[in-house]
């Protein structure tokens, strides 16, 4: 048994059992794929898929506990050659961060700012999309590290620790009605045309839960990923605005009034999420040291053993996600362990 035939093996999977696309995503031919394939069952003397005339229709449960088993033996060779560049003192490598736009634009930066200093052999590359997306890249080893916010259940395979918590925020123009409502309440909101997140009001966002919980359908008109596309849509007056309180900048958001609607809508918790089979290298404990305040090598050790014994979401003893407000509140990070300065 070769490590490649594993690879050609998980790659058909991954390409929905098309073994032209997997052979494609490998840069090699499909009969050599389909070869490698045909020796690894003869090996192994199973079956591994099922098979309609040349095509493969599914795996079969020998094939199923084959790939489970061909995951974890590649991600463990993965591992070995990170340890053994680590070991060798090699100080340049890539880390890859899939984030939505948000946390990319307006939490990040300056945190990234901070590790490059201190790796400055590390190159940073930033993946973009919902949280779904950015999940399932983490998951096909597609980037290192997952920043999202939502509920856990969307990183249950992964090993995922608290940043910090947030607030959504309305935001108007200046002359809009809202303006002198003092704490608009959600039948103030939906008599109005909303502009939001993608995917904010779908039946699993706790956005969309708070407005059918009391039975009141909100007019969304418009969504996007980038809040600065819904800022400038809000602008246009084509609808009020609900987004994260920290894509909202007083000073450079000008053309719009923030209103405070804090108790109206659930708190939110941004995480980082990573696999829970991943060899942390020195420069990623030092990036997870950036961004989840109060964590220590050893905390984060302590937080892998957790979640491998069955614990979904890990939180450090003592320490609460820290929370931002910039509009209402410190423009500083808080937290229980105090300010939270890079």
Known sequence: ??????????????????????????????????????????????????????????????????????????????????????????????????????????????????FQRQYPGITLRLHQGTSEQIAEQVLDREADFAIASGQSELFEDLVTLPIYSWERIILVPPDHPLVGVKNPGLKDIVRYPIISYTYSFTEESSLGQVFSAVGVEPNVVFTAQDPDIIKTYVRKGMGIGILACMAHDEELDTGLVAINASGLFPVLTTWVGFRRDRFLSEYMYGFLEKVVPGSTRSGIDQAIHGVAEGENIVRFPNLEPVHKHPTFGSKKFKSCCGDFNL
């Open 1 to 114: 048994m070769k490590l490649q035939q594993l690879k050609y093996l998980i790659a058909t999977v991954d390409n929905g059992l098309n073994i032209t696309a997997a052979a494609q995503a490998l840069f090699t031919s499909q009969p050599g794929v389909s070869k490698q394939i045909r020796l690894l069952e003869d090996e192994l003397s199973l079956q591994l898929f099922v098979r309609k005339g040349k095509s493969l229709t599914a795996l079969t449960d020998a094939g199923q506990q084959v790939v489970k088993r061909a995951r974890r033996i590649l991600s463990e060779a993965d591992n070995i050659k990170s340890l053994s560049s680590e070991l060798a003192g090699e100080q340049q490598a890539e880390l890859v961060i899939a984030t939505t736009p948000t946390q990319a634009r307006y939490v990040l930066p300056d945190m990234l700012e901070s």
